[in-house]
């Protein structure tokens, strides 16, 4: 049996999960940030 | 339903919302032993305490964090190091791994999942752990920041349980001949993830609800009584000797040539400074959605 497939499936997975969770960990914390300080500028 | 109000005397800044917490508790709960358990656990906090202050320990140096705008200006220019060095280790360690190193004479080039493989089961049960030493600074020491560290800490925990799961099935595979077997390992990893998985439920339905953005008290012995699994997962391969191979790497050394292990040092340590990194930014936005919502609050009550 051909192993390569299954370490290319592991890693692509592996990946797409970290850059999967980067992605929305980042935009969550931008987004609640900018909202907390346009907030602070209104006061 | 006798609720337990000693540290609320000890700590007259957080009486009104401590004492809200108790009795919500004790009223929601469909298990009257949740308040009890929450109360033993408060009480052997104070002995703990006790015993410290007995020994001569004074301060614990955690409470210099418990502000959140001292630990953000210390968050803020911590995130992008973390975040950046995790993942140049993550690519170093992982083209390392797949180009570098030889296969192994027996299990051929399937030997390579291990350098995502091993860090991914690690830092799930990490992430556990983590979890459950947030739920003791929350329910003992009241750390204003735990409960918030605890619900940040899950996310990143379930991933890397979920990756762990899938890259030892695609490992197994090639190697025994099947995706899945029910041994004690597979198992144990695969009750975490469902723990992890109830966890989040459980913290995202409490956050909002009078818990300023963390996770509740009952959530909190959640937590903790889940910690119970870490050693079973840890000891499984010992006490089921099934399909799982037994430990390959323990303190004691490694049973794994060096001249395959080498990468795995980078991967670990990538993927480590890359979760705390993401734990980072998941706090920095639960603290600064609480301070909107807050806000939000004032306005609306003029």
């Known amino acids: ?43 | 339903m006798p609720v337990c109000r000693l540290p609320v005397t000890k700590n007259p800044r957080n009486k009104k919302s401590c004492l809200a917490t108790e009795q919500s508790v004790a009223a929601r709960c469909p298990f009257c032993l949740t308040p009890y358990m929450s109360n033993f656990i408060v009480h052997f906090g104070q002995l703990a305490t006790g015993l410290g202050a007995w020994a001569g320990v004074k301060t614990m140096p955690m409470h210099a964090y418990a502000n959140p705008a001292r630990f953000l200006s210390i968050a803020r220019p911590v995130t992008p190091w973390l975040f950046w060095g995790g993942l140049v280790l993550i690519v170093l360690g992982c083209a390392c791994g797949l180009f570098l190193t030889p296969a192994d004479y027996l299990q051929g080039q399937t030997v390579r999942i291990l350098y995502i493989h091993v860090p991914a089961a690690w830092l799930g049960m990490g992430g556990w752990t983590g979890i459950a030493i947030a739920a003791v600074m929350q329910l003992v020491w009241r750390h204003p920041l735990a409960a918030i560290a605890g619900r940040a800490i899950a996310a990143p925990g379930a991933l890397f349980t979920a990756i762990c799961l899938v890259t030892g099935s695609l490992w197994g595979r090639p190697t025994w001949g099947t995706y899945w077997q029910w041994d004690g390992r597979m198992t144990s990893m695969l009750v975490l993830f469902f723990l992890y998985l109830g966890y989040i439920a459980l913290g995202n339905a409490s956050a909002s609800n009078g818990n300023a953005g963390g996770v509740s008290r009952v959530t909190a012995i959640f937590g903790l009584v889940g910690a119970v699994n870490i050693p079973i997962i840890n000891r499984s391969v010992v006490w089921w000797n099934t399909l799982h191979q037994g430990p390959s790497i323990t303190l004691r050394g490694s049973s794994i040539d060096g001249a395959i292990l080498w990468p795995l040092g980078l991967t670990v340590l990538g993927f480590s400074l890359w979760f705390g990194a993401i734990v980072l930014m998941r706090m920095r936005a639960i603290l600064a959605e609480t301070k909107v919502e807050a806000r939000m609050q004032r306005l609306a009550r003029g």
């Open chain 1, 1 to 43: 049996m051909n192993p390569w497939p299954f370490v290319i499936a592991a890693y692509a997975l592996t990946f797409a999960g970290t850059l999967g969770l980067s992605i929305a960990a980042w935009r969550a914390m931008r987004a609640a940030e900018q909202r907390a300080d346009s907030l602070k500028r209104d006061r």
